[in-house]
């Protein structure tokens, strides 16, 4: 795919703008242990957590999928806040791209007033015209139904000239399932037999890389 600047920059949030492995793997840790299984470690947990609870939960935990719903999230919920860490230049890459006039929204798999309070907490609203998290619509990332929402209220439509910004396979699927132009960012680079269905078009290695390109 060729280079196509953006309009719009729908990113991803969890470890592509903030580091929340240390949380996540906590909550899933002590959701397996109450549900007497054997918990994930932390490379297991990046390796498989995409999908947002409420489609990758029942596959999970079955029919004991209630409780450990509320197992995790009361987990997270309990300190999520006090450990928020951006990553290093998120900040200013989210600052430049509005000082270019960039729409931003974010689409993430986090549910969506948990979502909105980290967001908040690091006074990080004021660069984004849409939050969108799991359960905000009938279907979450990468169902095409979320960036619906991620660019309502704009004029901007679904094309190229709206990157989708993430760091797993389900944030570049949610990008090309909607024509959009799919950016991996993370510090591995993309590997041969990664992302056959829809491959990325750029890779940055971290924010402060995207933001030296754009500059």
Same mark, same amino acid.
């Given at each position: ?18 580091? %929340?492995?240390? %949380?996540?793997?906590?909550? $899933? %840790? ?18 498989? &957590? ?14 004991? &999928? ?41 689409? %993430? ?12 907490? $690091? ?25 619906? $929402? ?32 799919? &950016? $991996? &960012? ?30």
């Amino acid at each position: 795919m060729t280079f196509s600047s953006p309009k719009a920059v729908v990113f991803d949030w969890d470890n592509t703008l903030i580091d %929340s492995w240390v %949380s996540i793997h906590h909550a $899933l %840790s002590v959701t397996f242990e109450e549900m007497g299984m054997v918990p994930w470690t932390l490379e297991e947990a990046k390796d498989r &957590v995409r999908a947002s609870a409420r489609e990758s939960f029942p596959l999970i935990f079955g029919d004991k &999928v209630d409780a450990a719903t509320k197992i995790f999230y009361d987990t997270y919920e309990a300190s999520h806040l006090d450990v928020l860490t951006p990553l290093p230049y998120a900040k200013e890459l989210l600052e430049l791209l509005v000082s270019k006039g960039i729409y931003l929204s974010i689409v %993430s798999n986090k549910k969506g007033y948990i979502l909105r309070k980290e967001v908040s907490k $690091l006074g990080w609203d004021k660069f984004f015209q849409n939050i969108i998290g799991a359960n905000d619509a009938e279907k979450d990332k990468p169902d095409p139904v979320v960036m619906d $929402l991620a660019l309502k209220g704009s004029d901007i439509s679904l094309n190229e000239h709206v990157w989708f910004v993430g760091d797993t396979d389900i944030d570049l699927q949610c990008a090309c399932n909607c024509a959009c132009y799919p &950016v $991996l &960012v993370r510090p591995e680079p993309p590997k041969a037999e990664e992302f056959i269905e829809c491959k990325p078009a750029l890779h940055f290695k971290s924010c402060g890389e995207m933001k030296t390109f754009l500059s």
